[in-house]
């Protein structure tokens, strides 16, 4: 390795100040924070020196400072971008690889937490619980303990789409748990590898649709996924199904998801996520009862947040070495990079 010091520059704060901790233990690599609310001509200076930047999460980045190509542009040096997390829909891939800069994220660092808030929220709405604690605060005292009679768990059918490491700890607590029969799609993994990780493989998304009791979302946000669950989709599910998200916003069509409580068509909904987040105050979703919303936190814990920092850190230690990262999103970029890496250092 050259002794040439590569400059990583980041946004306000790390998901855990172990982040910066970590990363000064890597002495060929220079730290540099840089304020959002600052002078835009001193962030531009600081990115366009820059060899890596580390991502925010987007609903707590301005969208200037989104990678896509006028940003990658103004940033000449820049080798490799990470996301905070596991998403990575604010990163322009397709810009990234075609100018040689890594696409990293820090998948399964938030594996456990998100699979608990999943899990929780299927609990929660199954249980009733929102229900009966609201019941219990309000002077309406016109109910008994039998109006908010719920069910178990146990021996149900949970449908997941996107088997990776969230969907994959998802489906063990709902098998060891619970004995829920778990069904996936995800048409990224093979028969046999769906069937390692706990499931059965269902290739046909309307029939995992019709089957499911749960509906657990647990894949990335791309141009793909984007809408991927509909009005035709919640119209197969069963009455008594409930349907969760703990992904990505803008995944379900979330005017789909209103029509089709307000029918009756579902029993009703865990959301983690919003296409616009925070959702507005009088946004339709959160009219429902049976909706439960939480602000995209299921994977914000003490834990994730230390797992997060400490695993970026770690594999900024190797990208500005010139070593291959352990989750690199766009492979197709490694040959550029490593010419663009060995033009500026020589190693």
Not at 23 to 49: K, T
Not at 108 to 122: P, T
Request: hydrophobic share 40%.
């Amino acid at each position: 390795m050259s002794g040439v010091k590569k400059t990583l520059a980041y946004f306000d704060q790390w998901m855990d100040p172990a982040g910066p901790e970590w990363v000064s233990r890597h002495s060929h690599i220079d730290l540099v924070r840089m304020d959002q609310n600052g002078p835009e001509d001193a962030i531009w200076s600081a990115l366009a020196g820059a060899h890596g930047h580390q991502c925010r999460p987007s609903t707590e980045t301005q969208k200037k400072y989104f990678p896509g190509p006028e940003f990658l542009d103004r940033c000449p040096n820049l080798l490799a971008v990470a996301s905070a997390g596991a998403g990575y829909d604010m990163v322009d891939v397709a810009a990234c690889t075609e100018r040689g800069i890594l696409v990293c994220n820090q998948s399964g660092a938030n594996a456990e937490s998100v699979a608990q808030h999943a899990l929780g929220l299927m609990l929660l709405l199954s249980k009733r619980m929102i229900q009966a604690d609201h019941a219990m605060r309000s002077n309406d005292r016109n109910w008994t303990r039998w109006n908010f009679c719920g069910d178990e768990l146990t021996e149900k059918t949970v449908g997941i789409i996107g088997l990776g490491n969230i969907g994959r700890r998802l489906a063990e607590f709902c098998r060891t748990m619970f004995r829920i029969r778990v069904m996936a799609y995800d048409p990224y993994l093979s028969e046999a590898e769906i069937n390692a990780r706990g499931a059965e493989q269902c290739s046909d998304l309307n029939t995992l649709f019709e089957e499911a009791d749960f509906i657990s979302i647990n894949c990335p946000l791309t141009a793909e996924t984007r809408h991927f669950v509909g009005a035709e989709q919640f119209g197969r599910m069963k009455k008594t199904a409930y349907f969760i998200n703990t992904a990505r916003g803008g995944i379900h069509d979330e005017a789909a998801l209103d029509a089709a409580l307000r029918a009756d068509e579902i029993a009703g909904a865990g959301l983690d996520v919003y296409e616009v987040e925070p959702p507005p105050v009088d946004h339709p979703l959160l009219r429902h009862e049976n909706v439960i919303s939480t602000p995209h936190n299921a994977g914000i814990t003490h834990d994730c947040n230390f797992n997060m920092a400490t695993w970026s850190a770690d594999q900024w230690g190797l990208v500005l070495a010139g070593k291959r990262p352990p989750r690199l999103i766009n492979p197709d970029a490694w040959d550029l990079f490593q010419k663009r890496y060995t033009e500026m250092f020589g190693d």
